[in-house]
């Protein structure tokens, strides 16, 4: 998955790292708090995770040793200006796949971070099923039985964020920050088009599964239309 999280709190550089991957064709969610990254996290399943250790409300640090504590496979780049010997092997200890000193060559971070999106990112089934459903991510496509439909891009984050709950209730704003990330500008019924498109797709290939929306708590995975 070509998005990361960036936790950075110095806005020009952040800018800088955003345009930078941005041109390589990899989109970026920035936030500049420890808080809001672990939020962030929370929400959306990153390729990789970059990190900056000098932030308003702690060391970055603290984030990927609890991202580690709670078993977050995520690959993590720490960059920082603590470029010191014992700064890196610090880094290196707490978690960090990677470790690279500021000031840095933007073609170098470019190239560290694509070598961290070609890891494994979390523990989770790449071709997750519910019910009569197989999702293929790698092929774009939703399989029933003999049938199959492709699916665009954030209609797939939807279903494998729907999916992977096992028919238990996603919240809309989980829905929308797993399709287009948190820094990307989303109508407010964007989500109910795509919503509206899945089932249209999941109704022509003749599966069980509905998209139900549970009142208050978000939508679920059902092979009815009777909601909490």
Known sequence: MNRILLVED???LARLVINGLAAAGIAVDPVQRIDAAWSA????SYGALVL???LPDGDGLTLLKRLRDAERSIPCLVLSAR????????????????YLPKPFAMDELVARVRALLRRPVESLPMEPGHGDLQLRPAEGMLHCGGEHV?????????????ARRGGDTVPRS???AAAWGLSEAVTPN?????????RRKLHAIGSRQKIVNVRSLGYALRE?????
């Open 10 to 12: 110095h806005e020009r």
């Open 41 to 44: 996290l929370q929400q959306v």
């Open 52 to 54: 900056d250790r000098g």
């Open 83 to 98: 470029d010191a010997l014992h700064d890196r092997v610090e880094g290196l200890d707490a978690g960090a796949d990677d």
């Open 150 to 162: 492709s699916l665009a891009a954030s209609e797939m984050q939807i279903m494998l964020a729907l």
């Open 174 to 176: 989980k829905l929308e």
């Open 190 to 198: 964007a989500l109910d088009v795509a919503l509206h498109r899945i």
């Open 224 to 228: 009815d239309d009777v909601a909490e």
